[in-house]
């Protein structure tokens, strides 16, 4: 007999400190070791070795922040789509609707270069958000009219949509390259397997206006997705506007997935694991699972982050390389779970 | 008198002058179906009074699901051809017609771990009421359907007859603020039941027809239908053929032109139903 007994409410304060710790300790680890007298120094903008101040306002703070608004994003993303598709095996990066937000975003970089050396905000702010929310709004369409039937959505047609879709945009980009400015190019070899380096101001300010936009918009809707779980036809009947809804969601999802390709690039299974992890804790109520989708989320791509910055110091990975060492053997695992299902 | 949301004030003006207890729960007028050339549903008219429990019988692509999804609205366009409680359904504003018309599926997809509660208190989705209050109002049909032991159960981890029950909650969740004035749709409700699970569904269905909620039903059990029927419904080829009490709806006649079967009916020696016997085709 299976009893369902979630931590509930319960599980929100750990899982906050637990990210408040997080981002303080990825502040002082890094290739250059800082004091806790001098880190706060820095920040309080009081005297300190320029390096340090430098390191700590451009780099550690920008990225930590960063971090934290992209994984909550991506959570968030990936729990609405495995809502939408009623289904735990989707995941923006798997399906392919990373794929098309790069597509949309390498597509803006190269043929809006020649602007970029007298407008950067409009490209990084502008055009390339824009292009990256198309791709995969796109993508996301097309997948889920591919996939789905009366009966629900298949899963088999939307993984084999997603691996099509990844591989076109692939070899779209491989094209792109040799059409690319130097420039151009560097931007590119970003987007293959993500990195958090980008981390500007304006960069933030984007994504923290997006994951403030998705979360309010998703927690309205987040007993109507409940509802969705059972079926769209049984939605429809409690009284949904499905097809409103389903629009609305996937759209969403759509910016959020584009909007953080365009800041970070691909960064895989961050999307996939945080789900799962979140219905484990509280369940698949998404009043609770979204919030801590959220929090779990930034936790997550905080660690990776940080693992991807001190484990070939002074060098760095690109952190969509931990997550993919971490989230492909999940996945793995899922799809055994589920074998007999697909 | 109906209220109305403050959500859909621009169809206001449609629900004006109405007063549920007069009007007919379910009209169903000339209604018919087409595709592909193929009639699915041909010419139906009928009529349900408030508290009727109305089972549709039929063989095997009879129209019996087409009808009823068409008046579910998950097909076709009703026009005007099918009103509850006296408007056409199109003009219902969804969120309304939610609160006076459940469906209870014949299987749902649910596959994430929600707890029965939790699936129970999905009904309440169209309220106009707290969350508070929803969780009392489903606790009391989960008692009513009996699995308030279930409660926080896994949904997935249980029987086919304990589902079908927890969702029998969610509906009447839904239906909680029709004043019980609700029209409940049930497809093929017993069709993974055992034989006690099946009458324990069809009796609390009796019970809810006394409250006033009106329940159209499909079915295949013949005798079951009979036993709990107020109201018989025979389709063939999309066709309405007979339209009656048990009695006198299902005569060895009318059943074995339908079913193109040959039956031998008789008198139940307590409840005084018809029983219906498949003869040997021999």
Redesign the interface.
Known sequence: ?????YQTRHIFVPTGLLLLAAAIGSIFIGPLPISIQQAIKALLNQEVAPHVSLVMQQVRVPRMLLCLAIGAILALSGTVMQGLF?N?LADPGIIGVSGGAALGAALAIVIFAPLAEFYPLLLTLGTVPVFAFFGGSLVTFLVYQLGSNQ??TSVAIMLLAGVAISALAGAALGLLNYYADEQALRDLALWSMGSMAGATWPNIALAWATLTTLFVCFRQDA??L??F???E??A??????VEVLKRRLILLCAAGVGISVSLCGMIGFVGLIIPHLG?MLV???HTLLLPLSALLGGLLLLIADTVSRVIVAPAELPVGIITALAGAPFFIALLFQQRGKI | MLKLSAKTPHLAHHFNDIHIPQAAPLQVSHLTYQVQQQTLVDDISFALKRGECCVVLGPNGAGKSSLLKLI???IGQAGHNIRLFGQPRDIWP??????H???L?QH????????AF??AQ??G??LPVSQHKIRRIAEQNMRATDVLHLA???YP?LSGGEKQRVHLARVLT?LSCANNHGLLILDEPTSALDLAQQHKVLQLCRQLCQQGITVLMVLHDLNLAAQYADRILLLKSGQLLVDGAPKQALTAENIEHVYQYPVKVMSHPELEHPIIMSKSHH
Do not use: T, Y
């Open positions: 007999m299976l009893i369902v007994r009623r735990p009966h629900g007993n109507k409940n509802a779980l059972l079926g036809p049984e429809r009947h409690m009284g949904i506007q219905r369940g698949p109520n | 579910s609205g998950e969804d969120g309304l017609l939610a609160q018309l459940a469906i599926p749902s997809q649910l596959s994430f771990a929600f707890s939790e699936v999905l009904g989705l169209s926080q159960r896994a981890s839904q």
